[in-house]
């Protein structure tokens, strides 16, 4: 293959990754996101671990959802979700300097951030990811209002073994429907979303109890989303 070939190819490879991903943004900016990359990778995870593949999921409008839910994810993960762009460089530069000296290092991965691994990409981490997933970050928050972004964030997140969204969580963590999750529930859900496999919020430990209560209190200090 000739050097201009391979050109053409690499350009018409780039071609048709930016006309579908776009594409597909605008796509879901209106339509439900009825099953993500996530939701099949853990179903295949299952698979290999010799276990029944669970995906527990329904789509719900973000109007049947509690409202004190985006207010607890607000509260948990994202405090300046409503303003920034998609990315808070506040938590960046505090993180980039926290992990000069942690053991772990922490993130600052915001909800449109998330929004867009869990829609368009794969959990593992890498450069290469986080690169995609500053790209599908910049196309949503161009293409989709804060609230859509919230709405498919509330419909595609993990929140347990085989959980994915609200609507499932509120039926199976805790017998009820989205719409009718209290703060207290809404809080407990928060709380674990850092590790929705490890913690659980139908019998939370002392641990989650605490984050519980921390996100309560700041619920009450953020203003109503979305603001009216």
Known sequence: MTFKKVIRVLRNILIFFFLST????VAYKYIPVYVTPLM????????????KPILRHKWVPIEKISKHLPMAVIASEDNR???????????????????ETRRKKRGASTISQ??????????????????????F??????????????EVYLNSIE????IYGAEAAAQYKFNTKAAR???????????TLPNPIRFNSTNPSS????RQQQILRLMRLLPPFPEK
């Open 22 to 25: 776009i594409f597909a943004v």
């Open 114 to 135: 998330q929004t867009a691994k869990n829609v368009f990409l794969w959990p593992r981490s890498s450069w290469i990811r986080k690169g995609f997933e500053v790209y």
């Open 207 to 210: 641990y989650i109890l605490r």
């Open 81 to 99: 979700f409503p303003t920034h762009n998609g990315f808070d460089m506040i938590e960046i530069k505090k993180a980039m300097k926290e992990n």
């Open 181 to 191: 999750l209290s703060k207290g529930q809404c809080a407990l859900i928060a709380a």
């Open 137 to 150: 970050t910049a196309l949503i928050e161009l293409a989709w209002s804060k609230e859509r972004i919230m």
């Open 159 to 162: 929140m347990g073994k085989g």
């Open 40 to 51: 099949i990778i853990r179903c295949g995870e299952q698979m290999i671990d010799g276990e």
